[in-house]
Structures are given as C-alpha cells and as structure tokens.
DNA sequence: AGAGTTTTGTGGAAATTTGTTGATTTTTTG
DNA sequence: CAAAAAATCAACAAATTTCCACAAAACTCT
C-alpha cells in the first residue's frame, strides 16, 4: 500500500516543476527535507507516469509551452530522419526539379537541400516551402488553400490540380506506414490523393521513410510498389516487405552505407 | 544506446535566441554562468536537432543560415522590429481574424502572435504561414504559387484575389517607406497591388514600421494616409510626416509606452 | 509488542557534465 | 597576402550527479 507521506510529495514536486519550469534535485532535497535519492526515486515514478521528465540534476515538463505536435514529431528518431535525409540529397543535383510532399522526414529533407543551388520545388508544405525558398536561388512554387493545423500543408481538389500541372524529375514522399500487403500508406485520403498525384508528376519516384514504419499499417493506400523506384531508409527491411520490395524492383537506399 | 541527458539550460538557450533572432556565445556564456565551451557543446545537441544553427561565434534560428537577403533583413533592427510586434499583439484577442503581409516585421509579428490562440491567419508569406499555422488551434489561409525568393511570399493576380475573397478585422502591413508627401511605399508594384487589397479587406488597418522607414521613399505608392488606421513604430514620427498622419486621423502606438 | 512490508538514508562505484589547456581553424586586419 | 585576433575543436582532469546494494527507520497488521 502507498503512503500518504509520499503521494503528498509528489504533489509537492509537481507543483514546484509547474511553477517554475525546472527545479533542481538538490533544492526540491532541501525544501521538502529528504535525501537527494528519495528526490530521484520519485522523479523516477513521475517520469514512468509522464508527468516530467528528468534531466541531469533537475526536473522538468515534459514538454516546452507552445511546442506544436508537428514540431514534437520532427524530434522523434531525429537522428534517423537527418541520416535519411542526408543520403537522400545525394540523388539530387544542383539545378533539378523536384516535387516535395508533406512530412517529418521531407522536412529535414529540406533543411539538407540548403547544401544544393538552383532547385525547382514544388510543395504543399508551408515549412518545407519556408525553407527553400528565399535561399541559393531557388525556384519554389507552392500550393495555397487551408492549411492543415496538424502539418501546416495544403490538401484537397485546389492542391491536387496545383501539383498535376507540374512536371518533375524527382518526387521524395514521406509515408505513414510501409506494409508488405497494402503498400505505402498515408494516414488521411486527402494525403493519399495528394500523394499519388506527385508520384505521376515525376519520373524518379523516392519515398523517405525510417524503419519504424515497416510492417505499420495506416489508413489509406497511396500507391502500388511498382509506382515507386527508390526507398531511403535508415535500416534495412526484412521478410515478406523486403520480397515485395525487390520483387516491385525499388532500389534501396540505407543511410549510413 | 546511450541516451544523452538534456541540460536545463538548453532551454534557456533556445529562449534567448528566439528572443533576439542571434545571440553571441560569450553573451550565453557570460548570462548563464559558465564557460564557451559549455554553450558550443549545448550548441551542438541544439543544432544537431534541427533547433538552431551554429554561426561563428554565435547562434541563431535555423532559417537564418545562409546569406538570403531576406534573412539578412531579419536582423536588422531586430530589437526595434521585436518590440514593434509586441505592442501590436496587444491589438489582438484571442480568436481575432486577420490578414498579415509579408515583411520582416510582420513575420517577428507573427511570432509573438504565438501567444494568441484560435485566430484565423490569412497570408501570402511561407514564413508566417509555417510560424502559425500547427500552433494553437489556428486556422491558417494561404495564398498559393511561385514564391518570390526575395522573400519567400506568393505575389501577382492569384494573390491578389486569394486574398480578396476574405474579409477579416485586422489587417497588419510592412511597408519599405513611410513619406509626408507620397504615404506607405512598397518596393515593388506587385507587392503594392497586394497591400492595397489587403487593406479593402480588413475593419482596422494597422501598419508596422520601425522608425528607419519615416521619411524614406520607395517605388510604389500603397495608399493614402486615409486608408490607415494606425501606424505601431518605436519611435514617434515628427515633422510633416507627424502632421500628415495626424491630419488623417491614423492612431499611433510607440512600442515601450 | 513483533514480524513483515514499505520507505528512506548512506556509501562507494559508475556515468555525465563541466572547465582548462593547447593545437587548429576561421575571420579580420594591416 | 600574411600576420593577428577570435573562435572552435580535441583531450584530459575535476566536479557533479546518478545508480546500485544494503542497512536503518517507519508503518501496518495481528
């Protein structure tokens, strides 16, 4: 049974780390009158349950104030999405056309496309627009309308006719979900609709995705395995994906090698 | 696998330059209490997320690398252009509908409209659109095709008539010159014809301009000074201008008062 | 009161972070 | 263009924090 000596300090503590943002060990030790280590055993409690977190000599909220979802989604394998990313840059060439779908993974994309001069991009996504735009004299065309609050991009019929009347060398999509059955697939018809259209706008069609979407199965299918060329991942795939995979002919791209 | 342990000041860090758009490493340093190689080993994690980008001798926001005039623009008169927008988030209540021009000010506007929540943003800037369109349950409107690189905005008849189709409370504008005899001037014809219509848009008309704009003559001719309903500077205007902005009525809020 | 359980404190080893030094690189200056 | 100044990097030592195992203390229940 639980004592109410120590659910009360952890109320305590929570309500120290609210107020102020960060508290260190050593004074929540000191105003609560308990050994530095029972401070650590229940901040060990409180980050299995996600009420903070705890960095090296303090704790703190689990996450900033204001930080968007999207913005909590870019952190997530980060590491995977820059490898990624930066094997992926290496198929395109100063001067080349490119359509750039909506993502985590084509947004750090972006960010590694800096390292190229004179692209023509086309784009439903105001951050990976923002990006490139205004930099190495870059030619960015985007599509307007509502953008979606979960990733600040623009989908729908509008959007979809807007990238139809391009005509690129390469499209780099991210994906929601890669499964040996069903194929690529997106989490919303609308990204799927908008998805599909770019991959018939291109000649050289990559999708960037790290291993945590193998095997997952998401909403909607985007598209058959023979409709793609290439995948950049940040691991091998294996068993029946990886059949499927050879089988459609997608070259495989794994960051790092 | 080992999991680096964040440091609280990583936070502060991050506070610091999103305040300032650039801060020195001496200055982080010397304000937070420890030594330079401290911050550049914190710079290093930061960067290595995506969160800022390592210049020499200093750090900055991530879209501030490279030498995009637009960027360069950013900087200058940061501490005047950051004050400016404060004051004129005051003007704006939670849920509020506005239209927001593309310019420096406008988009460190924008950031400090982060503290605002549900409002519906109507933009032809990729900038602002990106800052505000996953945060705070907003509704982001933007107008769609070729992004100038200057500054990352879509222009031209397209926007002109995305942009007529809302009507909104408040419109906030940029402008390149403030002059007694001519009014607000925009650098380019297309950027004028934008505002213009910006401007029949809205109920309240509010331009945003630090005090290096009084007096200064650009291309094109926005509006008259009857067609503005306040003016938020950081530093009152004088002489003629004054007497002009007087005569017709504009409000004039100096940030810091 | 006393056995069993839970919570807390203590000590030392392991891990992480920080400061310092000197070499290396980049930027600025004459 | 070369020298001087400033900033970064690499490596090691020092300081701080955490982890782990076990003992002491507090609490529960009969």
Redesign the interface.
């Known amino acids: 049974m639980k004592s109410h000596k120590l659910s009360a300090r952890l109320g305590e503590i929570m309500g120290q780390i609210s107020l102020h943002?960060?508290v260190?060990v050593t004074e929540l030790a000191e105003s609560l009158n308990v050994s530095e280590e029972t401070i650590r055993r229940d901040a060990k409690v409180l980050e299995e349950r996600g009420d903070i977190i705890?960095?090296?000599?303090?704790l703190?909220m689990p996450h900033?104030v204001?930080e968007?979802?999207?913005?909590k989604r870019?952190?997530e394998n980060?590491?995977a999405k820059?490898a990624i990313a930066r094997k992926a840059v290496q198929l395109v060439e100063d001067g080349d056309t490119l359509i750039i779908d909506t993502g985590t993974t084509t947004s750090?994309f972006a960010?590694e496309l800096?390292n190229r001069r004179g692209l023509t991009v086309v784009t439903n996504s105001?951050?990976i627009?923002?990006?490139l735009?205004?930099?190495?004299?870059?030619?960015?065309?985007?599509?307007?309308?509502?953008?979606?609050?979960?990733?600040?991009a623009?989908f729908g019929p509008p959007?979809v006719e807007?990238i139809a009347r391009f005509k690129v060398r390469h499209v780099f999509l991210s994906i929601a979900g890669l499964h040996a059955e069903h194929g690529p697939m997106d989490a919303t018809l609308e990204e799927a609709e908008l998805a599909h259209m770019a991959l018939k706008a291109a000649d050289h069609r990559v999708i960037l995705s790290d291993h945590s979407k193998f095997g997952k199965v998401a909403l909607v299918k985007v598209c058959g395995f023979d409709e793609v060329d290439r995948l950049v991942c940040d691991r091998a795939p294996e068993g029946p994906l990886l059949e499927r995979l050879r089988g459609a002919g997608v070259a495989i791209d794994i960051a790092g090698e």
Do not use: I
């Not at 705890?54 to 303090?58: D, E, P, Q, T």
């Open positions: 943002g960060t260190s705890k960095l090296h000599g303090s703190a900033q204001g968007a979802p999207y913005d870019m952190r980060a590491e820059r750090v960010q800096r105001s951050d627009a923002r990006t735009a205004t930099v190495n004299g870059n030619k960015v065309y985007m599509a307007g309308g509502e953008l979606k609050a979960d990733n600040g623009a959007a807007f």
